[in-house]
């Protein structure tokens, strides 16, 4: 289990973390988050636990969370930022996934908007959900790393990965949780100041495994192919299509696939 003595002191000072709970078991650190926030809890409060069993993936699908010694993590945010704003938040915790791991020695990278990737499968996972409040929203971040699994079921396996099978060692969790909470803090409050992405780009795009991809946007209104050419400062995938024109993908609506694989 992840100790909460161990991170506490990695964390104190920060607003990231400035409530922890470590829990053994729960249905979803996402939804003991809310749970919370309805119960008065504030920004920075970071619920991890041992085991999910209702954890929840993207566009509804489930996120087998076994006590396999990974990360499920989620963090309660109220930031200061208008609701139409709140999509900048979405690429920052990949990055921060992506950065930590790399200083680990893993080469990772990042399939858009917010996978974390190692040798063509997936690594990490993060579902942002944002809630509405009488006087605001609040935002959370939830955040699975597969980080000491040593095997993966066969239909999984193909998919994913993790930080143990890559690097072949075990990592210690929680100073690898706090390396991305501390690398998050100092992008979230980049963005807070700039309103934008702009200044995080040249770094998201560095880890961004989609550039100069040919990709086929999974658009409800019909799948259609292109070359990956960025993000614009608004985190949103910038694609070019066959005939030229370019198009902005927005990562609520449609996703996104690599032609040639996962990626
Ligand atoms: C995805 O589909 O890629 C997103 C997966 C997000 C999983 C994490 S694990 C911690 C947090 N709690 C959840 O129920 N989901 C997220």
Not at 25 to 51: M, Q, Y
Not at 224 to 240: P, Q, T
Not at 245 to 256: D, M, N, P
Request: charged share 25%; glycine share 12%; with cysteine.
């Amino acid at each position: 289990m992840i100790e909460r003595e161990k991170l506490e002191p990695l964390l104190r000072g920060h607003s990231i973390g400035s409530q922890i709970v470590c829990l053994e078991e729960t249905d979803s650190t996402n939804l003991e988050i809310c749970r919370r926030r309805a119960g008065g809890a504030g920004h920075g409060l970071l619920v991890t636990a041992e085991k999910q069993n209702a954890g929840k993936g993207r566009r509804g699908r489930t996120w087998v969370s076994n006590p396999e010694g990974n990360l499920y993590f989620s963090l309660l945010l109220c930031p200061s930022l208008e609701v139409s704003d709140a999509s900048l938040l979405t690429p920052l915790m990949a990055m921060a996934v992506c950065a930590a791991v790399r200083e680990n020695g893993v080469e990772a990278g990042i399939k858009w908007p917010n996978d974390v990737v190692a040798d063509g499968r997936k690594l990490c996972g993060i579902l942002t959900e944002l809630f509405l409040e009488n006087d605001g929203f609040y935002v959370v971040i939830g955040t699975g790393i597969n980080v000491n699994q040593t095997a993966f079921l066969q239909e999984l396996g193909a998919r994913a990965t993790s930080l143990y099978e890559q690097a072949g060692h075990f990592f210690d969790r929680e100073r690898l949780l706090a390396r991305v909470l501390l690398l998050f803090e100092g992008y979230y409050e980049k963005v807070l100041k700039e309103h934008s992405l702009a200044g995080l780009r040249e770094e998201y795009e560095a880890h961004l495994l989609n550039q100069n991809a040919a990709v086929e946007v999974l658009d409800p209104k019909g799948a259609w192919k292109g070359v990956a050419l960025g993000i614009d400062d608004g985190g949103e995938l910038l694609v070019r299509r066959e005939d030229g024109r370019v198009e902005t993908v927005y990562a609520g609506e449609v996703s996104v696939r690599g032609i040639y694989g996962y990626v």
